[in-house]
């Protein structure tokens, strides 16, 4: 005899499935729980009051945050601010940032917060590559140890690129496209360091690799901020489509030369017998390591491929909003800081003998300053030191709040960075030499006769330096895992 189904009865059956998502969602989102204790910025009163004021942060989160820092922050008290990714942090207080850089990454750890900020597990074409990320440890190390070397190169590439898109007219205005413009001079230049001559000035190969960072910005936004938490598992792979597609359009632009550098650095690890010119950039060192440290997988062109892809998503926006900001800043400032810039760069240039290198760049005292107060006043956003508390029992604050494992914290860096307490009276103006006469200050004493030590001197100069991250200067984090 046939069984027939049972009906269901409505009235049971919406009620029950309402409970069952609700149960899943509070098991997705447990780790976003925070302690009443600590107060939240941008409430109103009303139903779903924190859920709202996460969706407010999408307009208003700079005001937020300047409301916490001005509560809380200068009281050296922490607060909750609301994200547009539905995941609130806490925001401790500039006091607070020695402590919490003291701490181990397996108490609280900055690739949690990155992979969630990036949505690299669905966005990413491999997750390999995301399980041993050694390709920034590579830029740390190797990028920066061979700047100098680079340095004509990227000269060169700066040259060509701006020529060809900005012009050399002198006498005729013209109008220019800022940030399409200058996300393709970077491209250009960056793709230099990365691998070279002449797949760099491919046209195609750079749509690529722009379209892959742009179609990455999008999807990341698409996942972070307007799914839930709840689909991201079902769908969210979903959104990735255009960044695989654009990644492997990359990957066949690199293909033949990974695989002709991985002929030669394989047969000169069989034979060290065996040479042949090696290039010197970031795809061969991405290459070395993977042939002599990493693991089968590492080796293979589409994942090494895919590691130059992600650089390029990670130096071409950053870089990109950075120049544009700087160029407006400085359009908008005295007409004398232009005349000041130039006489400083041919000067240095002049002393060089006509060719730029690495410790002429580093003379280029008042440049440095314009982009470096451009990164103080708007930098690249409100919050900075992101960490996730990944110990299974949780932190305990300075103030003795505990938090539980997932908890997110930060600093609100944005404020720091404009504060009068810090920076004086013109703390939210742009003053493009503002670090730059410090410098040259300490230039003039080094040549006195009552001057301290050079050593000393050095010092105090490298701290005013554009890449040089302080308690008040977070643009690039701060500490050991400063980028």
């Known amino acids: 005899m046939a069984v027939e189904a049972l009906p269901l009865d409505p009235r049971i059956f919406l009620p029950s ?92 750890d900055l690739h949690e917060g990155v992979q969630d900020a990036l949505q690299f597990g669905y966005v990413s074409p491999h997750d390999k590559v995301l399980e041993n990320p050694f390709h920034d440890d590579i830029v740390r190390r190797d990028l920066k140890r061979n700047l100098g070397v680079m340095t004509p190169a990227v000269f060169d590439e700066l040259e060509a690129s701006v020529d060809e898109l900005w012009g050399t007219d002198t006498e005729n205005w013209k109008e220019i496209p800022v940030y399409d413009t200058s996300q393709r001079i970077i491209a250009r230049t960056t793709n230099r360091t990365f691998v070279g001559l002449p797949l760099c000035r491919d046209a195609s190969y750079l749509h690529s690799a722009t379209k892959f960072a742009n179609a990455m910005l999008l999807q990341v936004g698409v996942t972070r901020c307007l799914l839930p938490a709840l689909l991201k598992p079902l769908i969210g ?73 992600i650089m390029n998503f990670a130096a071409l926006h950053t870089s990109t909003v950075t120049t544009t900001n700087a160029l407006l800043d400085l359009a908008a400032a005295d007409p004398a800081c232009w005349a000041s810039i130039r006489e400083e760069a041919e000067r240095v240039f002049r002393d060089e003998g006509g060719v730029w290198t690495g410790s002429g760049v580093a003379r280029l005292a008042r440049a440095d300053s314009a982009v470096r107060e451009t990164l103080r006043l708007t930098g690249l956003g409100g919050r900075g030191l992101v960490r996730e508390v990944v110990a299974p029992g949780g932190v305990t604050l300075p103030d003795g709040t505990h938090l539980p494992l997932g ?40 040549d006195s006769d009552d001057a301290p030590t050079s050593g000393t001197t050095r010092r105090e100069d490298h701290a005013l330096t554009m890449v040089t991250t302080s308690d008040t200067f977070l643009t690039f984090g701060h500490g050991r895992r400063a980028w």
Request: net charge positive; charged share 25%.
């Open 407 to 446: 908890a997110r914290l930060s600093v609100p860096s944005g404020e720091i960075q404009r504060d009068p307490a810090f920076y004086g009276a013109t703390a939210n103006e742009y003053d493009a030499f503002r670090f730059s006469r410090a410098r040259e200050a300490l230039a003039e004493r080094g």
């Open 17 to 108: 499935l309402i409970l069952l998502l609700y149960f899943v969602h509070c098991r997705l989102t447990a780790k976003r729980w925070l302690p009443n204790t600590i107060p939240w910025i941008g409430l109103r009163n009303g139903f779903f009051a924190k859920t709202r004021a996460c969706m407010r942060d999408m307009r208003h989160g700079k005001e937020h945050l300047a409301e916490g820092y001005a509560k809380y922050s200068k009281h050296d008290k922490p607060f909750v601010a609301p994200t547009t990714s539905w995941w609130p942090e806490v925001v401790l207080p500039q006091s607070s940032i020695k402590w919490l850089l003291s701490q181990p990454d397996h108490v609280v």
């Open 237 to 309: 792979h979903f959104f990735a489509i255009p960044c695989h597609f654009r990644d492997w359009q990359f990957s066949r632009h690199l293909a033949p030369m990974i695989h002709a550098r991985l002929r030669d650095v394989e047969r000169k690890e069989r034979d060290p017998s065996y040479t042949y010119k090696e290039p010197n950039d970031l795809l061969q060192w991405i290459i070395k390591y993977a042939v002599t440290k990493g693991e089968p997988h590492d080796r293979k062109p589409r994942y090494l491929a895919s590691r130059i892809c």
